[in-house]
Structures are given as structure tokens and as C-alpha cells.
């Protein structure tokens, strides 16, 4: 059973570490199982009658089983196959690190069918969902080839005051930044988003070593002054 076989492979130390990292589930509804083990589980565990059932058998109860089944729907590799497994399983995530460890390898070349799906799940009310459909834009469509100037909107007219998703969008924009410089720059100059997810968005682009030191200047520029209380 796959389940037993999870829970002989728990670390219990690495389970203190992960309940702090991923604050938002209930400590005892995590095993504690580092990602290698578990990713290597998947692939041996992947097109077995037991990954079937798995895959099949919604909700799960612990994080690792939601893990897991991620894993398990990463390597389908037919696209519409794996879309509909993606589609059926996002209302379930309920934390970011399950979020955004979820990558299926089939997105990457099938980015003309993926975007309406992306839009979909970025308008979704739904914490996860909303925030995975930014990851994959972010992911996928802020190079040269891909990217169109609405992308930026999609992203700035999510309105909410959930905190993975507020972070989502400023790693949006600070990853706009390095791939898409001028462009996104002269978005942030409009001062559309709010000024938490504005600052955080500039902040974390200043932290990272692929802006010159130039464009960090002149980034830090674009920081609104707020006496709004600050989230963590």
C-alpha cells in the first residue's frame, strides 16, 4: 500500500522542518519525506496499477500524498491527457511548496494550447490554482518568443489579500525584470499593483544577481513610501 510505504520512509527531523516551512498545514498531516526520495519513489511508483488507484483516489490526506501525486502527473506526457489530470487535481493543493514544486514536463513544449488554461487558473478564486497559473506564466512566457505585453496585466488585476498570492506576483515581476527589463520597468512606473506587492516585487528583483547594478538604482527609484503595516 502506498501509504505504509510512505510512512516507512518518514524523517522525522526533516518533518520539524518542513511544518515550519509550510506553516499553513496541520503538522500532523505531514510525514516527512525529503523530495529526492519522494521524486524517486514516483518514478519507480509511475504507470504501476497502484499509481493508478492513487492518482484516481482524491482527496489525499497527507502533504507527501499530494506530493506525490504531482509527481505521478509530471511525467504523463501526453498533453491533454496530463492537462486533465492537472485541471482535476488543483483544487486539492492547499499550500505553496506543493505549489510550486509541481512542474510537468509536458507544459514546456505545448505552450500555444497551455496559455487559455493558464489564464483560467489565474482568474481562479481558489489561493493555489490562481497562484500555480502565475508560476507558469512566469515559467514559460517571459521570454522573447513568448511574451506579450497583456501578460503583465493578467497578473497586476488579481486582486487579493492572500499572502502566496501577493508574493506570487511580486516573484512575477521581480522575474519580469531580469528576462524583460525596459518593459516591465516601465509597467511598475504605473504603480498599478498595490504597494506591498510593489515593493516586495522591486525588493526581491534589487536582491538578485541578474540586474545590473545600474537598473537596481534606478529600480529603487520606483519604491513607493507607505506607513502600511508590513507583511512578513
Not at 519522494?38 to 497527507?62: G, I, Q
Not at 504597494?195 to 513607493?224: C, D, G, M, P, Y
Amino acid at each position: 500500500m502506498i501509504r505504509d510505504e510512505l510512512l516507512n520512509m518518514q524523517d522525522r527531523e526533516y518533518k520539524q522542518f518542513i511544518a515550519k516551512l509550510v506553516p499553513t498545514i496541520d503538522s500532523a498531516k505531514i510525514i516527512g519525506i525529503r523530495t529526492p526520495a519522494l521524486r524517486k519513489y514516483a518514478k519507480s511508483l509511475f504507470e504501476t496499477p497502484d499509481a493508478e488507484v492513487f492518482v484516481s483516489s482524491l482527496p489525499h490526506a497527507y502533504f507527501e500524498e499530494n506530493n506525490l501525486h504531482s509527481f505521478l502527473l509530471e511525467k504523463i506526457k501526453d498533453f491533454d491527457k496530463c492537462l486533465s489530470e492537472v485541471e482535476r487535481f488543483l483544487p486539492y493543493i492547499d499550500n505553496w511548496a506543493t505549489c510550486d514544486s509541481f512542474n510537468p514536463a509536458c507544459f514546456k513544449n505545448n505552450k500555444s494550447k497551455l496559455i487559455n488554461s493558464i489564464r483560467k487558473w489565474i482568474l481562479s478564486p481558489l489561493t493555489y490554482e490562481c497562484r500555480f497559473g502565475m508560476l507558469n506564466l512566469m515559467r514559460y512566457y517571459l521570454e522573447d518568443d513568448m511574451f506579450r505585453d497583456e501578460y503583465f496585466d493578467w497578473v497586476a488585476e488579481v486582486r487579493s489579500e492572500e499572502y502566496y498570492i501577493k508574493m506570487m506576483q511580486a516573484w512575477f515581476f521581480a522575474t519580469a525584470l531580469a528576462k524583460q527589463y525596459e518593459k516591465t520597468y516601465d509597467f511598475l512606473s504605473e504603480k498599478r499593483l498595490d504597494v506591498w506587492t510593489h515593493n516586495k516585487a522591486i525588493q526581491k528583483a534589487r536582491e538578485s544577481f541578474r540586474l545590473s547594478e545600474e537598473n537596481k538604482q534606478k529600480l529603487a527609484l520606483l519604491k513607493i513610501k507607505s506607513n502600511l503595516k508590513k507583511l512578513k
